[in-house]
């Protein structure tokens, strides 16, 4: 089965510049989208397509998805921004849904 | 404002069922797919189920295929569940999710519900 493949944790100082990654088989070949989740509450999309920014979501979000390596990042990391954050995409050969295994994110 | 409300969750016995139903708003409910997916406390996210704007396609992840029902009613706005057979390791936080396309496929999950507890326990 396709698996998508997180660091467990990140952390990153107030103001800093977090990078989290997912790493799947030719995963450049799909679109991804990245989800932050804050204790308690659902997920919310901040990032679609790669590195589109729903409405709503702040500059600071960005994405990029090439080889085998999608990465989320965060420039100018504020406090609010602690949470877990989850990449998904499309696995085409067995047309399910692949979430990556979580990054949690510290904002120290 | 894209409302989706989840309930329907609660404590059930091993082998029972159980019927999750999601209310949806503020959209053209049947211009777009649909989705479950689940999270055990504590861990990571798991797509369950999808179906497209007219049922005309459903996908079923491995876990759950063969035990698990969605369907979804476009006349009331609704998506539904129905869990057979349930096991324990169904326990999980259940989140009704939103496509951006009319398809089940190649898509993501745009907004999402706040979830509703199912617990399989004796």
């Known amino acids: 089965s396709y698996e998508l493949t997180q660091p467990p944790s990140v952390s990153v100082s107030p103001g800093q510049t977090a990078s989290i990654t997912c790493s799947g088989d030719?995963?450049?070949?799909?679109?991804v989208c990245w989800y932050q989740q804050r204790p308690g509450q659902s997920p919310v999309m901040v990032i679609y397509?790669?590195?589109q920014r729903p409405s709503g979501i702040p500059e600071r979000f960005s994405g990029s998805n090439s080889g085998n390596t999608a990465t989320l990042t965060i420039t100018g990391t504020q406090p609010m921004d602690e949470a877990d954050y989850y990449c998904?995409?499309?696995?085409?050969?067995?047309?399910?849904?692949?979430f990556g295994t979580g990054t949690q994110v510290t904002v120290l | 404002e894209v409302q989706l409300v989840e309930s329907g969750g609660g404590l059930v016995q091993p082998g029972r069922s159980l019927r999750l139903s999601c209310a949806a708003s503020?959209?053209?409910?049947?211009?777009?797919?649909m989705h479950w997916v689940r999270q055990v406390p504590g861990k990571g996210l798991e797509w369950v189920s999808g179906?497209?704007?007219?049922?005309?396609?459903?996908g079923y992840a491995d876990s759950v295929k063969g035990r698990f029902t969605i369907s979804r009613d476009n006349a009331k706005n609704s998506l539904y569940l129905q869990m057979d057979s349930l096991r324990a390791e169904d326990t999980a936080f259940y989140y009704c999710?939103?496509?951006?396309?009319?398809?089940?496929?190649?898509?993501?999950?745009?907004?999402w519900g706040q979830g509703t507890l199912v617990t399989v326990s004796s």
């Open positions: 503020g959209f053209t409910f049947d211009n777009y797919g």
């Open positions: 397509q790669n590195a």
């Open positions: 030719r995963l450049g070949d799909q679109s």
């Open positions: 998904l995409a499309w696995d085409s050969s067995t047309a399910f849904y692949v």
């Open positions: 999710a939103k496509g951006s396309l009319p398809s089940r496929n190649r898509d993501y999950f745009d907004h």
């Open positions: 179906l497209s704007w007219n049922s005309g396609s459903i």
